[in-house]
């Protein structure tokens, strides 16, 4: 892969673009939520949520819409500067305009579409069993969370990208010994055409049980040698030996009872002294909104921690099944040109926001390791 455009003031200079743009969604989400929940914006979607009568489905279904557009219209501009202007900028969106607009509105109506179904079951839930909602709410929402773990590679992921067989024999069946060595039972590895969309690598591990299974974006098989590749899909299979899906599904079901619960106190405590008529008011949409959210960003430490102890652990585990620090090194390095990452962020933006180790600290261990 050429290193042609790449500096590391150009990376740097992307990656505090970014930064900037998270703390100021970070602020102004929250801010977005209180106005909805007070004042004459607040009047307004209640009034707006009873313009079909009484039937609780009905109020709940189009509050939810009004909401779900006013926060889309302050939204868009920034997810139309981050997600097109600045790719466009820095070099990596392969997107025309048209193309950008039409996946952000399928990536809309489907996203639209599946929370309208939850909300719904909610808010009835909170009308059937006001003192156990949560309760309910949190087994409902742990049963929707394997399933989509099942269903995602094989019925979300083709809505918006194309799979297809990996066509270099030599990769495919490297890759499929390197599986079947570590017990993943795999029958093919798929190649993703992430090409349509941007520049950037990638590659994950999906699925569960039978959707199990390798994923590849073409612009990994295209720019990185084999040996790279293998490197990257060893760093996928030390998820599957720690059982990282499972770790991570197990971290969701303890933290989101604990946020539904919490969200069961809150609400019960708050919804009268905001003017509400209770907990399935439909008016208390943005409050139960607001401590999720409130909730989320306290967590964000913890899960990102966590998460990146994980990958720590596949790092290592690629390491040593394959016994190649060199090559792992020069992925790594890789990776980081073509995403543009920051190699060395800052420590705090790390720690709060950073799922993934920074790629600085990755080759670092991969040095330690080789010495």
Request: hydrophobic share 50%; proline share 4%; glycine share 8%.
């Amino acid at each position: 892969m050429s290193d042609e455009g790449y500096t590391a003031d150009k990376a740097t200079a992307y990656q505090k673009i970014k930064q900037k743009l998270s703390l100021f969604h970070l602020v102004l989400t929250p801010v977005l939520l209180y106005l909805a929940l007070a004042g004459p914006l607040a009047s307004a979607l209640r009034s707006g949520g009873s313009l079909l009568g009484e039937n609780p489905f009905a109020a709940v279904g189009l509050y939810f819409l009004l909401f779900s557009v006013y926060l889309f219209l302050f939204d868009f501009p920034l997810s139309f500067y981050s997600g097109f202007v600045l790719e466009h900028r820095f070099g990596l969106s392969n997107q025309s305009l048209g193309a950008w607009l039409g996946f952000l509105g399928k990536r809309l109506l489907i996203s639209t579409l599946f929370s309208l179904a939850l909300v719904e079951a909610l808010y009835a839930l909170i009308r059937h069993f006001p003192d156990t909602w949560w309760l309910f709410a949190w087994a409902g929402y742990a049963f929707v969370g394997y399933v989509l773990g099942k269903i995602f590679p094989v019925v979300i992921v083709p809505l918006f990208y194309k799979y297809s067989a990996v066509a270099d024999d030599a990769l495919r069946e490297r890759i499929l010994t390197l599986a079947k060595r570590y017990g993943l039972g795999v029958e093919n590895v798929y190649s993703l055409n992430l090409s349509k969309t941007t520049k950037k690598a990638n590659a994950a591990f999906m699925g569960l049980g039978k959707t199990k299974r390798v994923v590849l974006s073409d612009t990994l098989i295209d720019n990185f040698t084999h040996d790279e590749i293998e490197t990257v899909v060893a760093h996928e299979l030390g998820h599957f030996k720690h059982r990282d899906i499972w770790r991570q599904l197990a971290f969701g079901l303890v933290t989101s009872l604990i946020g539904f619960w919490i969200a069961f106190r809150v609400m019960g405590a708050a919804a009268t002294s905001w003017g509400l008529e209770g907990v399935s008011d439909v008016g208390s949409m943005p409050l139960l909104f607001l401590v999720f959210y409130v909730f989320g960003l306290a967590l964000m430490p913890v899960g990102n921690g966590f998460s990146r102890y994980m990958e720590r652990g596949a790092d290592r585990f690629a390491l040593e099944a394959l016994r190649r620090a060199d090559v792992f090194i020069s992925c790594m390095d890789k990776l980081g040109k073509v995403n543009l990452a920051d190699p060395e962020p800052n420590p705090v933006y790390e720690w709060f926001f950073y799922d993934h180790p920074a790629i600085g600290r990755r080759i670092a261990m991969a040095k330690s390791f080789k010495a």
